[in-house]
T-cell receptor, first 114, second 113 residues
């Protein structure tokens, strides 16, 4: 069974630009979560989508947004990029539902803002 | 979610058992203990989880103390490919629609040849 796929793997953007990252979850998984990883702050939760609705949100500015499509694929967008947005962005998918289940992570998108 | 405390780093000789401790003294009765690891520049990988009984799978064993205030992840025969950062996380069950994982700083495990 295919794992979580994130595209692109690497991205270089200029300050002030915007960027869109994509995540395809494991087939059948309805929940997609996004995380930002930086050397200084570690792994931090951005937001989670379930059935096309944002269920949970971390403590990030409104420049960070996302959406989920009917096939569970998700995108996250960062507008007005800042140097501090340089990070590894990770997507995780899970079955979700009432039982606690494990999350499966993609390889991430390495974003560099110059 | 309960806070966890892990040593910053540990070394283990290749072929030996690696024992990674985690303290979660404020864990609630409805919270599970999860372990993930992250090999350099890759996404975190699920290892194992448990509530109060010891658990074992093909990757590792999880030993949870009777009072549930601490746990130990055991990699029985460590290989160089086990070099990674290991995260101990507690999550409520049922999670009531909250898939958020709160990662701490983890333990950087280095397997020595």
């Amino acid at each position: 069974k295919a794992g979580v796929t994130q595209t692109p793997r690497y991205l270089i953007k200029t300050r002030g630009q915007q960027v869109t990252l994509s995540c395809s979850p494991i087939s059948g998984h309805r929940s997609v979560s996004w995380y930002q990883q930086t050397p200084g702050q570690g792994l931090q939760f951005l937001f989670e989508y379930f059935s096309e609705t944002q269920r949970n949100k971390g403590n990030f500015p409104g420049r960070f947004s996302g959406r989920q499509f009917s096939n569970s694929r998700s995108e996250m967008n960062v507008s007005t990029l800042e140097l501090g947005d340089s990070a590894l962005y990770l997507c995780a998918s899970s079955l979700a539902g009432r039982q606690t289940t494990e999350a499966f992570f993609g390889q991430g998108t390495r974003l560099t803002v110059v | 979610d309960a806070k966890t405390t892990q040593p910053t780093s540990m070394d283990c000789a290749e072929g030996r058992a690696a024992n990674l401790p985690c303290n979660h003294s404020t864990i609630s009765g409805n919270e599970y203990v999860y372990w993930y690891r992250q090999i350099h520049s890759q996404g975190p990988q699920y290892i194992i989880h448990g509530l109060k009984n010891n658990e074992t799978n093909e990757m590792a064993s999880l030993i949870i103390t009777e009072d549930r205030k601490s746990s130990t992840l055991i990699l029985p025969h460590a290989t160089l490919r086990d070099t990674a950062v290991y995260y101990c996380i507690v999550r409520p069950y049922p999670n009531f629609g909250n898939e958020k994982l709160t990662f701490g700083t983890g333990t950087r495990l280095t397997i020595i040849p």
